[in-house]
């Protein structure tokens, strides 16, 4: 059955919930879900499309471009004049394209890393300096990806983010423990419009490399980060978890 049908009642109730690229895919999965569980929600996107999404949650919408280290601040300036704190920050925008690194401009590697890495970790700075400031508490997830573990063609320069991410969540969980905690989520194949663009061979090489032999929906990444982010999770952090039909588990 579809994840989306088994939301947790009030888990996040009174929790202030920020999810950046959320006008699509896993962000707008995400923000649906956390809304389902009480949580007040500001989605961030450069799309304006984001707006949307937060209309159909009763949330609100910040637009903003994550690379863009003054509007990171303004996000979360924005977050707290509407919501007064921030208990959930979810680093998700993404930047991509699929190229073999001879045809990658540097322009283009900088427009990936700018959203993959630096607004990660601006992202991660103005939370956590928010969290300290208000007693401690607080939760930091990473959208991580399967491609943080293994090498695939074309994408170097996400890959390389994706790297990153993981090594930063594992550093803020050092840094910040016992109060803060910092998870990376790690999907494999999502059906997302993200992977519209990937070549018809390529998605098929993708799919017979996977044992469960589909892509997930981005409802059952919204489920995890909603249990991620919960008190229930409250031991798990600087680690990476999984969704992927068991794409790592044949090496």
């Given amino acids: 059955m579809n994840a989306r049908m088994f939301p947790v009642p009030a888990r996040h109730q009174g929790k202030v919930y920020v999810i950046t690229g959320g006008a699509s895919g896993i962000g707008r999965a995400c923000a649906h879900r956390f809304a389902q569980e009480g949580a007040q929600v500001m989605v961030a996107d450069i799309d304006a499309a984001g707006q949307g999404v937060a209309d159909e949650i009763g949330g609100s919408f ?6 863009d280290p003054v509007q990171v601040c303004a996000l979360c300036a924005a977050t707290l004049d509407t919501y007064g704190r921030i208990d959930i920050w979810h680093n998700n925008a993404f930047s991509a394209v699929f190229k073999p690194i001879q045809n990658q401009t540097l322009a283009e590697f900088d427009a990936i890393t700018g959203v993959g890495i630096r607004g990660y970790w601006m992202g991660a700075k103005v939370a956590v300096e928010h969290m300290l400031q208000r007693g401690g508490k607080g939760v930091i997830v990473n959208t991580a990806s399967v491609q943080s573990f293994v090498g695939e063609k074309g994408f170097s320069a996400y890959q390389a983010t994706k790297g990153a991410v993981l090594a930063m969540t594992r550093s803020l969980a050092v840094d910040h423990a016992p109060d803060i905690r910092a998870v990376a989520i790690a999907p494999g194949l999502i059906k997302t419009p993200a992977v519209e663009g990937i070549p018809d061979d390529v998605m098929e090489e993708v799919i017979t490399g996977i ?8 409802e059952e990444v919204a489920a995890l980060a909603a249990f991620v982010g919960s008190e229930e999770a409250d031991y798990m952090s600087g680690t990476a978890v999984i969704l992927d039909g068991a794409y790592l588990a044949i090496g």
Avoid at 62 to 67: G, I
Avoid at 211 to 218: F, I, T, V
């Fill in 211 to 218: 044992p469960a032999k589909r892509g997930a929906d981005p």
């Fill in 62 to 67: 910040f637009r903003a471009d994550m690379s």
